[in-house]
């Protein structure tokens, strides 16, 4: 059980480049989430799914897209990356018994935009 | 929407003793309350949680309170150890958007020998 994986680990972009985060889980979850973490704010809600082919805007959404055709993956897409978007960006993933929400996380993926 | 307010920002205590974290939160239909370690260069792990029908929860060395009255949560660990030197988040479901999670800003414990 590798639990919650993000790839890549580090990535380092140029203003205006794209790219893709990838988060895959395997342990039947239905839900996953993804948040960005930056100094001193703690963790922060991007997008996240409620189920495969469902995807819903989080706190801070603009800029970012996300897709999860498949029910054990969940990407998280920057079409046009920012300097803003520098950031710690991490994958979560849960399931739901009507009064938890207890969530697994990844082990992150750094992003520098220059 | 839901604030998640955690204090302090930083903790500093001597191998041994006790450290505290205090979380408030603001929806008051909030019911489920878990508590995050984040180790240097990994992701957040859960080590406790509580829900709103009970007042305290144990786990060895760490505990939870809550006060749903005063819409406030505390971690307790006690007999500190170096390797509970990390970052810890409180987070509280908010119910009224989803049943999404929202975190609090995050308490760096240093735990000196």
């Known amino acids: 059980n590798a639990g919650v994986t993000q790839t890549p680990k580090f990535r380092v972009l140029k203003t205006g480049q794209s790219m893709t985060l990838l988060c895959a889980q395997d342990m039947n979850h239905e839900y996953m989430y993804w948040y960005r973490q930056d100094p001193g704010m703690g963790l922060r809600l991007i997008h996240y799914?409620?189920?495969?082919?469902?995807?819903a805007k989080g706190e801070v959404p603009d800029g970012y897209n996300v897709s999860r055709l498949k029910k054990q993956n969940f990407l998280l897409g920057l079409e046009s990356a920012a300097p803003s978007q520098t950031s710690v960006y991490f994958c979560a993933s849960s399931y739901r018994d009507g009064h938890t929400d207890t969530q697994y996380f990844g082990p992150g993926t750094r992003l520098t935009v220059l | 929407g839901e604030n998640v307010e955690q204090h302090p920002s930083t903790l500093s205590v001597q191998e041994g003793d006790s450290a505290v974290i205090k979380c408030t939160y603001s929806?008051?239909?909030?019911?489920?309350f878990p508590w995050y370690k984040q180790e240097l260069g990994k992701g957040p792990q859960l080590i406790i949680d509580i829900r709103s029908n009970v007042g305290e929860k144990k786990d060895q060395r760490i505990a939870v309170t809550l006060n749903k009255t005063a819409k406030h949560f505390s971690l307790h660990i006690t007999e500190t150890q170096p390797e509970d030197s990390a970052v810890y988040f409180c987070?509280?479901?908010?119910?009224?958007?989803?049943?999404?999670?929202?975190f609090g800003g995050g308490t760096r414990v240093l735990v000196k020998p």
């Open positions: 987070a509280a479901i908010y119910r009224a958007a989803g049943n999404k999670l929202t």
């Open positions: 929806d008051s239909a909030s019911n489920y």
């Open positions: 799914s409620v189920g495969e082919g469902t995807t």
